[in-house]
């Protein structure tokens, strides 16, 4: 097999395991959401008997177990955590089937998606996210791949996302865009639109709104926390601007993104050994980033890659302090030279984190590991 052949086989093996990948995501995700229906609807079927004595009996842990071929530990265990677990909004949100554009393409003249009405195409995922005025819970691989770059909508509210379709530049994702605009009879010029510019909405009979910048500044990586319950943001490279970009252009806005509406929260890691658990594994590509501050509104999350303050005199370092001013947490009463004592606890120990916030509250979704 020649150099050329070889390649062409690797990047078919490579796209054909991605895929797959994109998949058993989906089923996951949908795996999680019906144990937690099931859940839901096996404390509902309990909170009957308990409230009419008459259905006790066929209501009871013990008979349900029998019924869905389980112990009564595990009802129990269901019913605690429908109990505690606290639904997100999208909790009821259908997921967004991400496909290739083949597989789009097909999937749309089915008839599934019912009347394309139209298109949204980024250069940059973020503008897929914070335009389409979806959650973000409703793509099923927020982890290590961003959102798709292409969401078709339907007349009927359907949406489907497409994989390796971007604009914004002379290149492959655009040209893979425009192929399938032309395969879903897109007129010429409209399609070619994709080029030039770097968020385009596009209906077959012309352009509702087109830029040649990206729309948000704040990056991509906005990750579905393992529990479902919230997205994190892992900030790595010029903090203090990207801190400020997701304030500005998300936390600011809480009608728009009710994702991230609520008390604005910050944890403040004093050294590296309280912040452990907050660590990836060491990868090369990524250099081994501290995360030592966790900025908290709504079920967003910024991990902050500041560095710790070197001397143990210091509170916070000044990495630290430029991030916290970045998301508006220092507050606004206080004098600059003694504000961090309002934080600080009555003791002598060194603290492992401070806990920043106007009502005086931690964080909603404290980091799983890190000392309580």
Known sequence: MDHFKLKAAVQQHRAEMHARHRRIALIARQLREAEADRDRAVARFVALGEEHAGARHETGVRAIGRELGVTHRAVTGMVERARTRTPHPSADAPLIPVLGAEEARAYVESGALGDLTRVQVAFNPADIVLESGLDPSVFPDLGDHDAPNMLIHGADGAVIGVEECLSGYGGTGPSNTVRLLKELDFPEDIRREVYPHRYIELTRSGVIRASEESLHRVGGGLAL????????????????????DWTAEVMAEPAKYPWAAGPRRARVYLDRAAAAPLQEPYRVWRGNHTFTVVIEQGRLQLWVAAYPPFRFNDILSREQLLVLDAADLRPADVEPRTWLDRFIPARRERPPFLVISEDGQDLTYPPEGSPQ
């Open 225 to 244: 926390s393992p529990d479902g319950g919230h997205f994190v943001v892992r900030v790595r490279e010029d903090m203090p601007r990207a801190v400020a």
